[in-house]
């Protein structure tokens, strides 16, 4: 079974400081993650994944994320938090192995940069 | 830039009747998938859809529901019979080669 773990419902930062938003996951085999971001009445959109390579990855709107497998994270990151990143953000995972397409999400974070 | 859409937007309907919830995937995609979020709890994975068949599906996605890409544009989810605990936001989403999922703005379904 695949499982995501997001230990913050909510992370509070001021604008311009550097943002992280913690992920852990649990896979039988290897993962493919990703980050997506909600904002209010909207879909999921989809920020970054990782598959395979270079454990850090970029993404959409200056975001970024660091695979690290012995710690099994995938935490997002952002140099300098803007007001507009306030939104609900979701982790998520697939085992590569097992060929299996669908995504297991974690419960979100809800992102908040205050002014 | 192409989208998912979804319709409608809110469907109210009462319980025990079958509702049809409508999807146009990005158009060169080939793997489609229908996901729920009941109010306050995580996404959860639904039915996947490839090449004219369910290619997997969650304990969920039990007989009362069912999939459809009846035109090659469109793809639909059925549910026969609805419940009160069907109420939820349904999420249709497509992927092209199955790394990432782009999803539309879902439908909130609302049963009483």
């Known amino acids: 079974a695949q499982s995501v773990a997001q230990p913050e419902d909510q992370v509070n930062v001021a604008e311009g400081n550097p943002l992280t938003v913690k992920c852990t996951y649990s896979?039988?085999?290897?993962?493919?993650l990703f980050w997506y971001v909600q904002y209010p009445n909207r879909g999921l959109q989809f920020l970054l994944k990782?598959?395979?390579?270079?454990?850090l990855v970029k993404g959409s709107y200056g975001f970024e994320a660091e695979f690290n497998k012995s710690q099994t994270s995938f935490h997002l990151k952002k140099p300098s938090a803007l007001v507009s990143d306030s939104a609900l953000y979701f982790c998520?995972?697939?085992?590569?192995?097992?060929?299996?397409?669908?995504?297991?999400f974690g419960s979100g974070t809800r992102l908040q940069v205050q002014p | 830039e192409p989208e998912v859409t979804q319709t409608p937007s809110h469907q109210v309907t009462q319980m025990g009747q079958e509702v049809i919830l409508r999807c146009v995937p990005i158009?060169?995609?080939?793997?489609f998938y229908w996901y729920r979020q009941i109010l306050g709890q995580k996404v959860e994975f639904l039915v996947s859809?490839?090449?004219?068949?369910?290619?997997?599906k969650s304990e969920i996605f039990d007989d009362q529901f069912s999939v459809e890409r009846p035109d090659g544009s469109n793809f639909t989810l059925k549910i026969r019979s609805t419940k009160l605990e069907d109420s939820a936001m349904y999420f249709c989403?497509?992927?092209?080669?199955?790394?990432?999922?782009?999803f539309g703005p879902g439908t909130r379904l609302t049963v009483t």
């Open positions: 859809f490839y090449n004219n068949e369910i290619s997997e």
């Open positions: 998520a995972v697939r085992d590569r192995d097992t060929g299996r397409r669908a995504l297991t």
């Open positions: 989403a497509s992927s092209y080669q199955g790394y990432e999922q782009y």
């Open positions: 158009s060169n995609h080939l793997y």
């Open positions: 896979v039988s085999g290897n993962p493919y």
């Open positions: 990782y598959i395979t390579g270079d454990n």
